[in-house]
């Protein structure tokens, strides 16, 4: 009755959070070549949308990969509670010595949700920066 | 002149349907634990977004992997016409002994599908159960 | 230096519910021509979204016309606990003996926040039951 | 042939920004309590989706009401040079006194654009700080 | 039990259609001066969403301000028939003499709906050209 | 301190087109069969949205796997300056001799931009026709 067909399931949620784009090794001029008006000392901003993929298999008895209200949980407590209102670079360990592009955010979101969620699923992040600048980090 | 790679067409088409999940083997208690709202024995309802892709080479005379509009009618013909403006549970045979999650109505979709397209096409569904929560069923 | 016009916040939430249209002084045939598929006696359903629009005059001291949090949880307590996730006909008292229309239920929406919106501010209600259909309810 | 109706254009544009919410006249527990994470002395950000709507006749000789690339270029030069990539309350004149709620910054941005845009047109602003949350300013 | 408040229902639907933007007493240079790149004198295109706005009284028997149904019904009879997959300039009457611009067409838009839609109702016409050029007509 | 697991980074553009699909070694009579409304003589047109996918490794340095401004700025020279606000099969030599179909113009802007980005970034194109048709083309 069941199939055992590995399945994804996808929750979608966001976060709104300053940042600024720039190596501490560089001198200004270089930050400015290479990071333009995204190296903005005084920070700038975005609304990101988040998109995490679970990949396993459903459960026969309930029909579910993983219970949707449990991931968005889990999203919430790893993720939206750290990084929602706040500045990246200055409120988040993880970019103390780490730019937060949006490559390196979505690798940050990986490590967190990792040790949360059971290794029987395969774990995918991708990030909206905007509309226009999307990320995937598909992890190991 | 033709690139014979492998190239992928999405359809994307909707539906609107009433559902309510639950295993009939649980009690109502285990049910409304596990379950929660989406248990409500009244049924509620969701707009669904179904994404059909199919995977295959270009006819080197038409430039088409498949064409949209006969993908649209082979979709209406064996999904649409029998979700759309539904109760899932009590309107459609599939879901008589299967809980309606986003994950089974996904396999059930493939299932359906798989019959009507051609073997030389790879098949997969996308399917939005809400703008957040969205399953991707991949098929063999 | 703070401009005294006045202005609109919206906020938008949404909820996901079953109805069936139909009106129970009418034959199943009349039913039937008038409401089509809509009057499913099983229900089917829809994810509405719903913008709430509060006009009146940005405080001078907050910048804000609306504190929106404030507003959101209104939407909640009143619109989004009586009909997520619920079946708009059997569980919702205000629709015992109205038709769960789009057009009823932005009215019935406007009704039940009226009671919770301060008379200062003029208040309207935007329903999408779909992406293709919309209500626009601008109250008195 | 032509009708001299009145007709509104809209132009869509956006630009990412960081800004924090407070009353500089408040003790800070009362910008807290008010303002809540909106208050993050780091900053917060977003993506922010500005749409310029001009009420006028279209042009019997164009058929345009204003040309739309025009528009794209007077929004461009007044807004989007001076709020992208910025952090609202340090980098730009306007928020130096004033509190950059979606409120005020819709209001300074027809202020601003008021006097580029001929009179013979109405102007009126819709902002999108979030999807969620939404201001117009409707102007005089 | 009904309020008879005046409502609003809007119809979304689409076509996809070529133009070319330019008037025809004008020499080449003035037309590109002034219609740059629309002036393609071998056309380009567009996927323009159409909104159909009707208000009027809610039926106290319906709950409907106008059945849906009939409406996509009227704009596909009159609009989506004769704009769809067509070259506005070369096969429709209507522009062969007036510049298809976007708020020409929905001028357009509005007179072939007005002779179908009783005039208990006002029609009012919003018309995508792209995501981010929007025409309104509101008619009389 | 950075992981240098592969990413993918997503560049999303668009532009308008007029075209129309048919075989020229067909009869008039088959090209309406197999094409329908698509092999309208005077053309049609569309939005097409457009994304590029680039697979590589994020520079420790930067935190970039691909300067997002400089893709922007390889796809508006490649593909955008050649198709926006252009008829494909008169204005665009790779159609010439090449059926317009999504499948064809996907795979089209994979080898304009291959030629342009360096071969250590895997390349991936998703092409939007309309919101519901929708094709991928992988490359090798």
Known sequence: MF?????????KE?????????NPDWSDKKNDRVFGKCNNPNFHGHNY????????HPDPET?????????????????????DHRN???DVPEFQQLNPTAENIAMVIWQ??????????????????TERNIVEYPGE
Chains 1, 2, 3, 4, 5, 6 share one sequence.
């Not at 966001?14 to 720039?22: S, V």
């Not at 949308?49 to 396993?56: A, C, N, Q, R």
């Not at 029909?63 to 990084?83: C, H, N, P, W």
């Not at 949700?113 to 990030?127: A, H, M, P, V, W």
């Open 14 to 22: 966001h976060f709104n959070a300053a940042h600024r784009l720039y």
């Open 63 to 83: 029909g579910y990969v993983y219970d949707m209200k449990q991931l968005s949980d889990v999203i919430r407590e790893e993720i939206i509670t750290a990084f």
């Open 112 to 129: 967190k949700l990792r040790k949360r969620i059971d290794l029987q699923y395969e774990l995918k992040i991708t990030l909206y920066e």
């Open 3 to 11: 199939d055992l067909m590995r399945t994804a399931v996808i929750r």
């Open 49 to 56: 949308e988040l998109l995490v993929k679970l990949i396993g």
């Open 88 to 90: 990246l670079n200055r």
